[in-house]
Nanobody
Framework: QVQLVESGGGLVQAGGSLRLSCAAS????????MGWFRQAPGKEREFVASIRWSGGITYYQNSVKGRFTISGDNAKNTVYLQMNSLKPEDTAVYYCAASLGGVPLKYDYWGQGTQVTVSS
């Protein structure tokens, strides 16, 4: 089992920054990839960014490239999402997720989410 706890959400003005954290506990050594997803009101949950624990390879949704940065601290079992130049359309509940691998890739564990609200 892997437990995930997100923090760092809040209210920020457009153009501002926030850093989300996701602390993982449990069988974290078995986690292959960590990801951030978000879900805005009335919309489906969407992929934001991911990072492989081994090698640190990252992927981003096109709309956040150049503005968001995902990083991980293996010693702390924590993944971060640095969000800069925030826009009102970034408003959503942000979820952290852990993947044990597999093809096709799937995420096996999810946090409870943290609200990010960007005002115009």
């Amino acid at each position: 089992q892997v437990q995930l706890v997100e923090s760092g959400g809040g209210l920020v003005q457009a153009g501002g920054s926030l850093r989300l954290s996701c602390a993982a506990s449990g069988r974290t050594f078995s986690s292959y990839r960590m990801g951030w997803f978000r879900q805005a009101p009335g919309k489906e949950r969407e992929f934001v960014a991911s990072i492989r624990w081994s090698g640190g390879i990252t992927y981003y949704q096109n709309s956040v490239k150049g503005r968001f940065t995902i990083s991980g601290d293996n010693a702390k079992n924590t993944v971060y999402l640095q969000m800069n130049s925030l826009k009102p359309e970034d408003t959503a509940v942000y979820y952290c997720a852990a993947s044990l691998g597999g093809v096709p890739l799937k995420y096996d564990y999810w946090g409870q989410g943290t609200q990010v609200t960007v005002s115009s």
